[in-house]
């Protein structure tokens, strides 16, 4: 059975403060803006098969937290 897993970015402690770095390190499937801004913050996505890992680590390398996964 797959995992369901989404990514909120309103939930943080501090919510998306523009660091890009969940792209820079996890990839797909984050996605920021010219800013750095993750283009999902304040939202939730639907995570693509095989990308649970990149979905946990980028979680986990968000300084602010802002990124939670819910399975
Ligand atoms: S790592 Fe966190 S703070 Fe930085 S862009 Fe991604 S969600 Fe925002």
Do not use: W
């Amino acid at each position: 059975m797959k995992a369901h897993i989404k990514l909120g970015f309103d939930g943080g402690q501090q919510g998306c403060t523009g660091h890009g770095r969940c792209v820079v390190m996890a990839g797909e499937p984050f996605e920021v803006d010219d800013n750095g801004y993750n283009l999902h913050r304040g939202g939730s996505i639907e995570v693509p098969p095989g990308l649970e890992e990149a979905a946990r680590y980028g979680a986990k390398v968000c300084p602010e937290r802002a990124i939670l996964i819910e399975e």
